[in-house]
């Protein structure tokens, strides 16, 4: 009788720890999501944040990749966001990682010897996530780095586009986010 009680005690704490863990989030074919070769047209960005101040930020790749860039004219090509898929001779400060030899395209990524895309999430993690290290930058008027969690990524890559778009465009403003119109991204959380 207590060798039962003992087995059922251990599956049941092996079952909330199972379920306890993340799911590992899966994409098109099972792939992982924290690398693909598959460009996702629509992606939610702070789907799972810690916090709940804000809600989650919808991001169309099909847009921003066609007809988004702060000129208006011309295309953005994937290393503006995913800045590690870039030769490191390609590099900008305060950019050092590079994970590829050539620069990606859509083109690229659709050959077979192609590496699949990291997610931001590989290297820049939530805020207390200390699992791996994390990106640093030291800024000017600083003395200590600051971690590039995701979120400080993320707002970092995002409004100085936006930024950039609307002091070439001015009649977006009010149309697109700039650096202080978190609402116009974030959606609240239900």
């Known amino acids: 009788m207590r060798l039962m009680i003992v087995l059922a005690v251990t599956i049941c704490y092996a079952a909330l720890v199972w379920a306890g863990r993340p799911s590992p989030i899966v994409g098109p074919r099972g792939a992982s999501l924290d690398e693909s070769k598959e460009i996702p047209k629509q992606v939610v960005l702070d789907k799972d944040s810690q916090s709940d101040k804000y809600g989650e930020v919808p991001f169309n790749h099909e847009n921003h990749t066609k007809k988004y860039s702060p000129d208006g004219k011309s295309e953005i090509a994937c290393v503006e966001c995913h800045h590690t898929d870039q030769p490191a001779s390609s590099l900008k400060p305060p950019l050092k990682t590079s994970e590829r030899n050539v620069t990606l395209t859509a083109a690229l990524l659709a050959t077979p010897e192609a590496a699949p895309v990291k997610t931001c999430r590989t ?36 409004n100085i586009c936006h930024d ?6 001015p009649e977006l403003k009010g149309k697109i986010a700039g650096s202080n119109d978190c609402a116009q991204c974030h959606k609240p959380l239900q």
């Open 164 to 169: 950039a778009a609307i002091r070439l465009r």
């Open 123 to 158: 290297c820049h993690l939530q805020a207390g996530d200390d699992s791996k290290p994390m990106p640093t930058i030291t800024y000017p008027d600083k003395t200590t780095p600051t971690k590039l969690n995701n979120e400080i990524a993320y707002h970092n890559n995002c």
